[in-house]
């Protein structure tokens, strides 16, 4: 049952007076306000109920029955709707009512002999009904979930005045000591309207109400009075309610002496007059008129920092770019010594041992062309060789040169020294082409960022009035309210929220609530509380996924070792992805451990952070590089599932094969790349498939895969996967497990691991 409150009781009487508004012998604002009211939370027997009685009391029996036919009519479709757990929209609703309603005025045509004037007014009353759901729409949501002090749109002014001006019409025009009962409603009404709200909605109130009141007794001048009239009110707000009523009688005797003379009469002196005082015992409480900020003009400058803040990010990212570009330009690797080099060691050596020589200008002015090409010669050997043997020295020079001995000593040494430096620079110039990768990747990932931030878009529909009016039902106050749609076409809602006092809302309920509204699954994100605090806090709802996944591992440590070097990790990413990771660190033992540690923990930082797979093992394979001993060495492998479509990217750096475990095959992914940290441009290698319902993801280490018997292992893993029927993935991981410890007599010749995720659609 749900339960009943002030706001609902009125929605009820409205429903009554509602029904009472008819015209030309149909009432198609009474089933539009039906239609508007039926989406809320109430009991809707009661509201078709009330909307019957209404109906009843200013309309014949055919009338009753018809309308009793609609109400009945749309009752059954919504619930045909609710028990296929479909959301329907508003448009969807004012169709269906006014199909429902033109199809009965139809068959009601047919008790008259006018029959082609009441099918022309058949196809009205459906037009109007259509008409009536969107015009009074937005009056009940403000009347059901208006906050102290909230502000109306101009869609709410209209049709809140809209209803006020239906309720004076439907007041029957009767007289109790002469004064007129509309006319009372309609000064009392505009009056406070116009107070409360301005001058602007008090002239809105006021023409709707005149034109309720010229209908009834022909005059059209009331429209205009009363337009008047509602801006007085609204204009003498500051004096009080004591001069803002004096003000409004004023006013309305002035008018009446100039334009309508009716109004001079006793009885309409009385009506004018009695709605002052009605006004005066209303309590300023509820009188205290509405503030209207200036509007600023949010969304322009919203769109300008957008603008500003991705044009910054491409400038840097382009920064970066050259930056990166710049560091290649000097990073030229060198494999052997250049005749720079040679040239430098040979000008060095002939000067330490020809300068003090008492032979030197024998050998290299009476001699120079013989002595150097002796020199080249020597010098090419060296080069070719990495060394200098004496008896690669010419004959004549050995025995010309008394420091022959030495000569090749210090070439040798000079050598040396040489490709040292060689090894050290070249060195140097990977650890250069690392940063260079980092400062481009770094420069790609800012680029994506930018372009996400420009496909991020704010979704403007009727969603917000139906969320902020969902949630205010449920004691869920809102402040600020933002329904985003990211570059996946998936919403993303933010809102400022929190609880009435006393009152406790779970996030879960939060998310089932929006779910209802826009008619798609949500969810929390990870982030959040599981309830809705009671000051105001920001909340991220996301588009739940269409997949969910469970995991399963079995692992066992390497013989003689207390902890194994294989690492792995399962994160679910506020995008929607899973991230599967098993990381095989080279060796076994704690070194093992703590490397591969390392990178389980940077991938999942980076992924989280929003980093793509690619650079994210370009960072890690960069970071490996840029260490000093050049033995560090991990296997990389992941398994990237979308859970929204099943897509599932998987990237390897030197890891053993996956298999994906159909229901009636086993699919083998292979890798010939090389682990992380070998190389500055290792290769990584991708390869997209396709998830469905029901199937498995294992990933294993070499561990795994070295147990098994004969030179096709994976084709055994596959055999045996294809004989399992197992649906849990903790079973699956371990039969692989035990049966690779089968073939070595239980023993761990190695660190081996497996992981396992099942996928399934959510229900």
């Known amino acids: 049952m749900k339960k009943w409150n002030k706001r609902m009781i009125g929605v009820d009487l409205l429903a009554f007076v509602m029904g009472r508004a008819a015209f030309f012998s149909i009432n198609p604002i009474g089933i539009g306000f039906f239609l508007c009211a039926y989406g809320q939370d109430g009991n809707k027997a009661i509201l078709a109920a009330a909307l019957l009685l209404g109906i009843a009391t200013s309309m014949n029996g055919v009338s009753v029955v018809k309308y009793g036919l609609v109400l009945l009519t749309l009752s059954v479709i919504e619930q045909l709707f609710d028990r296929e757990h479909k959301v329907i929209s508003d448009h969807t609703r004012a169709v269906i009512g006014a199909l ?133 009110g609204g204009m003498f707000q500051e004096i009080g309610k004591l001069g803002a009523g004096i003000a409004f009688a004023t006013t309305g005797i002035s008018m009446g002496y100039l334009y309508e003379e009716s109004l001079m009469k006793i009885s309409g002196l009385e009506s004018l007059l009695l709605a002052v005082c009605l006004f005066w015992l209303v309590p300023a409480k509820v009188l205290e008129p509405v503030c209207w900020d200036k509007k600023e003009d949010g969304d322009y400058m919203k769109q300008n920092l ?74 090419s050997v060296a080069k070719k ?6 008896q690669d020295v010419p004959t004549h020079f050995r025995k010309q040169c008394v420091y022959a001995d030495a000569f090749v000593k210090e070439t040798n040494k000079s050598l040396e020294i040489a490709t040292l430096n060689l090894k050290w620079y070249n060195k140097l110039m990977e650890s250069r082409q690392a940063v260079a990768g ?64 006393g009152r406790c809302v779970t996030s879960k309920e939060v998310a089932l609530l929006l779910g209802q509204v826009v008619g798609k699954r949500m969810k929390p994100s990870e982030q959040l509380k599981n309830t809705i605090p009671s000051e105001y806090e920001s909340l991220v709802f996301w588009e739940d996924t269409k997949y969910k996944v469970l995991t399963g591992v079995a692992r066992v440590t390497k013989n003689g070792e207390d902890i194994s070097g294989d690492n792995f990790s399962f994160l679910e990413l506020d995008s929607g992805e899973l991230v599967m990771t098993l990381c095989d660190g080279m060796g076994s033992g704690e070194r093992a451990h703590a490397e591969s540690e390392s990178v389980i923990n940077l991938i999942e930082d980076f992924m989280e952070a929003g980093f793509k797979e690619s650079s994210a093992l370009h960072l890690i394979n960069s970071l490996y590089v840029l260490q000093s001993d050049g033995q560090s060495f991990s296997t990389i492998d992941m398994g990237i599932v979308n859970l929204y479509d099943g897509n599932c990217n998987f990237v390897k750096m030197g890891a ?58 994976e084709a055994y893993i596959e055999f045996l996967l294809e004989g399992m029927t197992s649906n849990n993935p903790r079973e699956i991981a371990n039969t692989i497990l035990n049966d690779a410890l089968s073939s070595t007599n239980c023993v761990a010749t190695d660190d081996m691991t497996v992981i396992v995720a099942g996928v399934w659609e959510k229900p």
């Open 100 to 232: 429902v309603t033109t199809a009965l005025s139809i068959t009601k045509a047919f008790l008259y002999r006018d029959f082609f004037s009441q099918i022309a007014l058949a196809f009205l009353e459906g037009l109007l009904v259509y008409l009536s759901c969107f015009l009074l729409k937005k009056g009940v949501a403000f009347f059901l979930y208006r906050r102290k002090h909230e502000l109306m749109s101009n869609e709410e002014l209209v049709s809140m005045a809209l209803i006020i001006g239906l309720i004076v019409y439907s007041i029957p025009n009767v007289a109790l000591y002469s004064v007129s009962f509309p006319k009372l409603m309609a000064y009392f009404f505009v009056l406070m309207v116009g107070y409360k709200y301005g001058p602007g909605t008090g002239a809105v109130a006021g023409a709707i109400c005149g034109i309720a009141i010229s209908y009834s007794n022909s005059s059209v001048t009331y429209i205009g009075i009363l337009c008047l009239l509602g801006i007085c």
């Open 306 to 379: 957008q603008l500003m803040t991705k044009n910054k990010f491409r400038e840097f990212s382009d920064s970066m770019q050259k930056l990166s570009k710049s560091f290649v330009s000097y990073t030229e690797n060198k494999s052997i010594l250049g005749c720079d080099d040679m040239n430098g060691i040979f000008e060095d050596i002939s000067g330490k041992f020809c300068k003090e020589c008492v032979y030197c200008s024998h050998c290299w002015e009476d001699n120079y062309e013989m002595t150097y090409a002796y020199a080249q010669d020597m010098f």
């Open 656 to 713: 053993a094969a996956t298999f994906l475990k159909h229901k009636n095959s086993v699919d083998t992914i292979m890798s010939s790349s090389l682990p992380a940290g070998m190389f500055e441009h290792s290769k990584m290698e991708g390869n997209k498939r396709k998830i469905k319902d029901g199937e498995f993801i294992i990933m294993v280490t070499d561990g795994v895969i070295d147990c098994f018997p004969g030179n096709e292992k």
């Open 438 to 501: 980092q400062l481009d990747e770094m420069a790609q990932i800012v680029k994506e960022f930018a372009f996400d931030i420009s496909e991020m878009k704010q979704v403007k529909n009727s969603l917000e009035d139906q969320i902020l009016n969902k949630l205010r039902a449920h004691h869920v106050e809102v402040k600020h309210l933002v329904i985003m749609e990211n570059k996946g076409g998936r919403l993303e809602i933010h809102l400022q929220a929190r609880v009435k006092k």
């Open 385 to 390: 060789n990495g060394h200098l043997k004496m």
